[in-house]
């Protein structure tokens, strides 16, 4: 107690002669060299006043050892370690499916019935819909009908030209009309066994578009199937990451709405950029291990653009700054007087997932100071917090 009295009274001295004195009202000097001459005035006396600090504790550690020991700012440390680094660009995507297919119906029809509900699983080839096609019957009976008369018409037109009797031209006529309703006919009968729709993959049916008793049209939609087992994410990659993704390789995919995340395998890359946004596509084929995971759900795929072998790395936040810029970290180092906290300037690289790369200051091997490092000072004695 007896040397910290004397202590104050000298820093409130010093700090009463430090007061901007520069005229007699006490107000700061006008001119801005003035203002400069007083601050590097001032500069000066803070710096001496610091030594002169210093030099006062470390007097007082010298002769009252318990001071100091009173004094120890609890600190916890970690080793400094040389690890392999990498780096991932995390870039938006979203599911998309390979099958995802409205089933429709080739001809128009009433739909007699619907063998599926919404949510059913059905395999390729399955019966979906059965159509009534009355009006290709009665078209199919008239058809049969004007064919049975030209047929008659060309019989009888051969046999007369096979007497020389007739024109050329009647005999053709004949022929022409009545291969071309064989050949309607077989348009008509091909298009009868469009009355029966399948399923042309196998999948979950997604939705119902229409049912039993509607009018089905080419190209309407009946109902629409879904093949979850054949997913993939798809995302736009700027331009600037064109070397560091590769078709093949593994990239994570996360789903922030169900905190889930896999490994995918990139399966294509575009071939062209986007003049828009300056981007290409990238597809990544994922599994379905969760009934969750759909189509257009938002997901992130990282995909790994640097990395560096046996480098330093430490946490991020335990890199300082000072007001200048300069980057620094607190290491522990052993004096006589006990543990004391070593203030280190470092020069900092890549940053990711709370690590970042220290290219010079450390070399692995240190240790480092972790809780307690912000507001250290240089020199300054610490004391190791024992775990537990």
């Not at 020991?69 to 609890?74: D, E, I, S, V, W």
């Amino acid at each position: 107690m007896k040397y910290i009295i004397p202590i104050v009274a000298l820093l409130m001295a010093l700090l009463a002669g430090c007061q901007p004195a520069a005229n007699e009202e006490g107000q700061l000097p006008e001119s801005l060299e003035e203002k400069r001459t007083l601050l590097k005035e001032k500069r000066s006396e803070l710096s001496k006043l610091t030594q002169e600090v210093e030099a006062l504790e470390k007097a007082i550690a010298a002769q009252d050892p318990t001071m100091v020991a009173q004094n120890r700012k609890l600190v916890t440390t970690a080793p400094v370690e040389r690890t392999n680094f990498e780096h991932f660009v995390e870039i938006q995507a979203s599911v998309a499916a390979d099958d995802y297919i409205n089933v429709t119906s080739e001809v128009a029809g009433r739909i007699l019935s619907l063998t599926v509900e919404e949510g059913d699983n059905v395999r390729k080839g399955q019966l979906i819909a059965e159509l009534d096609l009355e009006q290709l019957d009665k078209q199919m009976a008239e058809l049969e009908k004007s064919l049975e008369l030209a047929t008659t018409v060309f019989e009888r037109q051969k046999r007369l030209w096979d007497q020389n009797i007739g024109s050329e031209i009647q005999y053709l006529e004949a022929k022409n009309s009545k291969e071309r309703l064989e050949k309607s006919m077989e348009t008509l009968e091909f298009q009868m066994t469009k009355s029966k729709v399948y399923a042309p993959v196998s999948g979950v049916v997604e939705e119902v578009y229409l049912k039993s008793g509607e009018l089905a049209s080419p190209g309407m939609p009946i109902v629409q199937l879904l093949n979850p087992n054949r997913l993939k994410a798809v995302a736009d990659v700027p331009e600037s990451y064109l070397r560091a993704v590769k078709r093949g390789e593994q990239v994570k995919v996360a789903f922030p709405a169900l905190d889930e995340e896999q490994m995918a395998t990139v399966t294509l890359i575009g071939r062209t950029i986007d003049p828009s946004n300056r981007t290409f596509d990238v597809e990544a084929r994922i599994s379905a291990s969760s009934p969750l995971i759909k189509p257009n759900l938002l997901a992130t795929v990282f995909i790994k653009d640097k990395e560096a072998e046996d480098v330093v790395t430490i946490p991020l936040e335990m890199v300082q700054q000072e007001v200048g810029g300069k980057d620094y970290v607190y290491i522990l180092e052993d004096g006589k007087s006990g543990a004391y906290a070593r203030k280190v300037y470092v020069k900092t690289g890549d940053a990711y997932d709370g690590q970042i790369v220290i290219t010079s200051g450390l070399e692995g091997g240190e240790t480092l100071i972790m809780e307690g490092a912000r507001g250290l000072a240089n020199n300054e004695p610490v004391e190791v917090k024992q775990e537990g």
